[in-house]
């Protein structure tokens, strides 16, 4: 019976070691597929960057608003103001209302 806990204690102890330890990666390399926008943020980008990215508007050096929707991190962040100015009260942009479709677009992935 001693032999069996004195077993069962080191079989614990390693299982608790190995579960702790961490995997160092010296050169840790990006996955391509978490660095990859899906489709829904990509119809959204293409949708904003030809209605809202524009000169004069969501662009350096202007950035209207403060705001510049020249990186995908941008546009992620803004994406419920774009969705509710866009979209909900249709004020953006200036030059006109979007499409159905294009509010579609923004609608399901914001």
């Known amino acids: 019976m001693k032999k069996l806990t004195y077993l069962l204690s080191i079989v614990t102890i390693m299982g608790i ?3 702790c330890s ?3 990666d010296s050169n ?3 996955d391509p597929i978490e660095n990859t926008a899906g489709p829904k943020f990509l119809a959204v980008k293409s949708v904003v960057s030809s209605s809202c990215a524009l000169s004069g508007c969501h662009v350096s ?3 209207s608003g403060g705001i510049n929707f020249e990186s995908n991190a941008s546009i ?3 994406g419920s103001q774009i969705k ?3 979209v ?3 004020t953006m942009p200036p030059t006109g209302q ?3 479709a294009n509010k579609a677009i923004i609608r399901v992935c914001c």
């Open 98 to 100: 979007l499409s159905a």
């Open 84 to 86: 509710n100015i866009a």
């Open 76 to 78: 992620v962040s803004n």
């Open 88 to 90: 909900d009260l249709g």
């Open 28 to 30: 840790p390399t990006p």
């Open 22 to 24: 961490k995997s160092e």
């Open 61 to 63: 050096p202007s950035n």
């Open 17 to 19: 070691a190995f579960a």
